[in-house]
């Protein structure tokens, strides 16, 4: 199993990125995805997940309404929207499946 994140940088308070995670090694189109996130000297918490469909999708409170998870089945890629991004939101985010992680892509969100 191999989750490759990529995507994250600077990016300034109110701004929007998107990360990918490029999945391979395993059937991706059977599993539930998620992102968690680690903020700078805090535990890693989880951000979002998402069914093996796409049909069903959870978040934490603290990003409800601004970021969106999504999937390519096609493309064995989970992807996450950020938008109106915070600096409490700069953290290294990963991918993460079954007992596997990615080793995360940074963002920072700062003036």
């Known amino acids: 199993v191999q989750l490759v994140e990529s995507g994250g940088g600077l990016v300034q308070p109110g701004g929007s990125l998107r990360i990918s995670c490029a999945a391979s090694?395993?059937?991706?189109?059977?599993?539930?995805m998620s992102w968690y996130r680690q903020p700078p000297g805090k535990e890693r918490e989880l951000v979002a997940r998402?069914?093996?469909?796409?049909?069903?999708?959870n978040y934490a409170d603290s990003v409800k309404g601004r970021f969106t998870i999504s999937r390519d089945n096609a493309k064995n890629t989970a992807y996450l929207q950020m938008n109106s991004l915070k600096p409490e939101d700069t953290a290294v985010y990963y991918c993460h499946v079954m007992n596997y992680w990615g080793k995360g892509t940074l963002v920072t969100v700062s003036s």
């Open positions: 090694g395993f059937t991706f189109s059977i599993y539930f």
């Open positions: 998402i069914s093996s469909t796409g049909g069903t999708t």
